[in-house]
């Protein structure tokens, strides 16, 4: 069965760092893109980072230099390493596996995250 | 960045009812558009990839159109277990953005 199991979330003060875990199983991490997703308390979801099967990572400008997406193959493990945190990076924090890539003739295709775990939460406050 | 606006915010309807939702793009994204579901206090639910394919499980009631600009999420007719905010995600470029959000609630 594929499943995203997230953990690391909590409470922290301003300034400080939290790095999140995304578990996986049924699939292969490092052949999948694989996204952080946010949601703050009573809003809508929000895009944080990417992480390419090879290896690129994008992210998005509210988090850009302060976040940073990694993985783990043999563990089979996505991360979400936080610093400098702010209030308003509190949300539920989701990993997602992206059904995208290189197709056979080449070009790009993207079908959506189809996949999410369960969420954890993050609460940066003093 | 690529905005994408949703309407309505919020629809009010009964079971058995068609139901509309619209997402408009600020610029051009082809056909790079998905569709989710979520239910208060769990995780988004993929229902349309590609503007228009259905993913797997997920029930034909639920259709998605357009490209380029604008696109459209039907669901044929409204079922209990449909109540629910659907959003739309572009992924023509980064970064990625989702519409504010349409709530599905009981008339």
């Known amino acids: 069965e594929v499943q995203l199991v997230e953990s690391g979330g909590g409470l922290i003060q301003p300034g400080g760092s939290l790095r999140l875990s995304c578990a996986t199983s049924g699939f292969t991490v490092s052949s999948n893109y694989m996204s952080w997703v946010r949601q703050a308390p009573g809003k809508g979801l929000e895009w944080v980072s990417i992480?390419?099967?090879?290896?690129?990572?994008y992210y998005a400008d509210s988090v850009k230099g302060r976040f940073t997406i990694s993985r783990d193959n043999s563990k089979n493990t996505l991360y979400l390493q936080m610093n400098s945190l702010r209030a308003e990076d509190t949300a539920v924090y989701y990993c997602a596996r992206d059904r995208a890539g290189v197709g056979a003739t080449g070009e790009d295709y993207y079908y959506g995250m189809d996949v999410w775990g369960q969420g954890t939460t993050v609460t940066v406050s003093s | 960045d690529i905005q994408m606006t949703q309407s309505p915010s919020s629809v009010s309807a009964s079971v058995g009812d068609r139901v509309t939702i619209t997402c408009r793009a600020s610029q051009g994204i082809s056909s790079w558009l998905a569709w989710y579901q979520q239910k208060p206090g769990t995780a988004p639910k993929l229902l349309i990839y590609a503007a228009s394919s259905l993913q797997s499980g997920v029930p034909s009631r639920f259709s998605g159109s357009g490209s380029g600009t604008d696109f459209t999420l039907t669901i044929s007719s409204l079922q209990p277990e449909d109540f629910a905010t659907y959003y739309c995600?572009?992924?023509?470029?980064?970064?990625?953005?989702f519409g504010g959000g349409t709530k599905v609630e009981i008339k």
């Open positions: 992480i390419y099967s090879g290896g690129s990572t």
């Open positions: 995600q572009q992924a023509n470029s980064f970064p990625l953005t």
